[in-house]
Structures are given as C-alpha cells and as structure tokens.
C-alpha cells in the first residue's frame, strides 16, 4: 500500500507580508517495505532555503516595480515644473501652474489667491 505526504511552506511578499505562493514537496511512503518515514530535517531545511531563494526573487521583483514607478514620477513632476518654469510672464506662470499641476495632482481646477501686502 502507498501513501504520501506533503511538506508545505508558503512564500511571503517581503513588503506586505502577502502569501505569493506555497511550495510543497511530496514524499511517497510504501509501507509495505517497512519506509514509512515521511519527511526528515534535512527535506525541512532544503524547503526552507528554496522558499527563501523565492522570498529574495520575489523581493527584487517588487523593488524593480517600485523603482520604475519612481522613475515615472520623477520624469512627470519633471515635466509640469519645466512647463511651469519656462513661462515668461506672471500670467503664464498662474495659468501654466494651475493647468498643469492640476492635472500632476489628479485634481479638476486648482485656484491660485494673490495677496497684495502693498495696499
């Protein structure tokens, strides 16, 4: 008569301590030949190193998706603030400002309020 049994470890998302996956290793056991020992330390270690290795690969992955995101916010705030400083007068600028921040911000209109401290 055989058997088996499984040996499960899951993987976590480093960040968010998301399970991504599990790994499991079955073993066979034929009880009929007296080898029914099931998992010994030395499959529990291998299973944890694998998971590791996934857990690192996992962990590179995310950090590449967080460092092309910041690429692209870096290379959009570029943009608006050299649109924003390439106006030449102070109406361009107002009008530059809240056309292209407010579409930067995710916002419909953004108001600009002058003060005059002279009257």
Same mark, same amino acid.
């Given at each position: 008569m055989n058997s088996s049994? %499984? #040996?499960?470890?899951? *993987?976590?998302?480093?960040?968010?301590?998301?399970?991504?996956?599990a790994i499991?290793?079955?073993k066979e056991i034929n009880k009929e030949k007296g080898n029914g020992i099931g998992f010994n330390i030395k499959d529990? %270690? #291998?299973?944890?190193? *694998?998971?590791k290795i996934f857990s690192f690969k996992i962990a590179e992955f995310s950090k590449n998706e967080d460092i092309a995101e910041l690429k692209r916010r870096k290379e959009k705030f570029t943009s608006v603030i050299s649109?924003? #400083?390439?106006e030449r007068t102070e109406e361009g600028i107002l009008r530059s400002i809240t056309i292209?921040?407010?579409?930067?911000?995710?916002?419909d209109h953004i108001g600009i309020l002058l003060y005059d401290v002279e009257s």
């Open positions: 049994t %499984l #040996l499960a470890k899951p *993987i976590y998302d480093p960040y968010n301590q998301d399970i991504v996956l499991q290793m079955e529990n %270690l #291998l299973l944890n190193i *694998i998971s649109k924003i #400083l390439s292209c921040l407010s579409k930067y911000s995710g916002f």
